[in-house]
């Protein structure tokens, strides 16, 4: 019998619920590094958003019911939630800031007009 | 009376099944992206060549309705050949789900073995796909060109083309969903055949089915977060639900 087997029927005789499943191991490990990078990338806003929603998702693939989440899981879900969160929070408030200052708008306005030549209303007019 | 596995038994069942099998099922998605986004990309070329070079020659760079329609049979055709990776992608999971080997190989099975009957229902799926959604695909097609069409009922008549497409593509390619499982259980039987049992399995299932589709919605906007990424690892996921809930069917069938 192999280490996690006796560790279960360990468990189940102390009356403790069952450990982890260790073919999850990748995916929780998963999830914590992408916990950890979302919630340093928050700094830049956009790039916080993928990294929290893998953590979401690699955590919730490893649900199993009856049996607690690897602690790696539980860590990678609070972690990309708030990274997520955060994330969302200063991407919105970053686009709502430079649409509505007039002197970011003017930024923007001066920068389209180095890149492409035209301004900003002009762009995006004749993209759509 | 028949007991079926529950919605959230059988998501369970399908999270412990591909367990540490995730790497070959990416793997094969990726293969898939990769051939069918290659021959795409070839026949969108070919198409913008041939706009670049009536533009050169003093034409119109618009393209007309004809292009468009033309077009639109390229890329069927195109839908109904890569259909047949379909069967293989189908014989990955159902051994997975049988604990049966199951390499990145299996998605050319249906080129190799079943590629008739692959082809026969691959067309049967995209066709019903095409048709039900060409006058919606047209009116999109009309509204975007703008050539003196009145906006407010192009996007009406658009609406509804919509609407009435889904209702009708819906509960068919519900019914139809199971054929490619019964072509790997009963290789002997005709397209024909294997489409009419599984609509005939379907009846009554398709309700279920549907919601069960619906229940990765969730996931499926987590994945929109990640831009895609998170589509890698849904997609398998999705495709060993769906193949544990025909099994689960096919158990009820034999009772």
Redesign the interface.
Known sequence: MDYYQNQQQNNEMNGNSPMP?P??R??SIASMVCGICSLVLCCTGLLS??????G???A??????GQRMNSMCVAGIWLSCVG?ALGIFITVSSIVTVFTDPSYLNMLDQMYQQMYGVSLDEFWRSYL | MIQYTSRAALKEKARDQMAGRYGNAILMSICRGLIVFSLGFAISMTFSLIVTVRVLMGGSGETSLTEYLLLTICTTLLSIFTGVFQTGITLFYLNSACSRPATVANLFYGFKYLFKKSLGISTVLVLLNTVCLLPYDICVFLLRSGKGYDTVTMAILTIIFIIVGMCIYIPLNLGLSQSYYLLLDFPQYSATELMKLSLRIMKGHKWELFCLQLSFLPLGFLCMLSFGIGALWLAPYMNMTHTLYFLDLMQGEHH
């Open positions: 499943d073919r999850f990748g995916l958003i993928p990294a929290g929603a893998l979401i998702l690699f919730l693939l490893t649900r199993k019911k997520l």
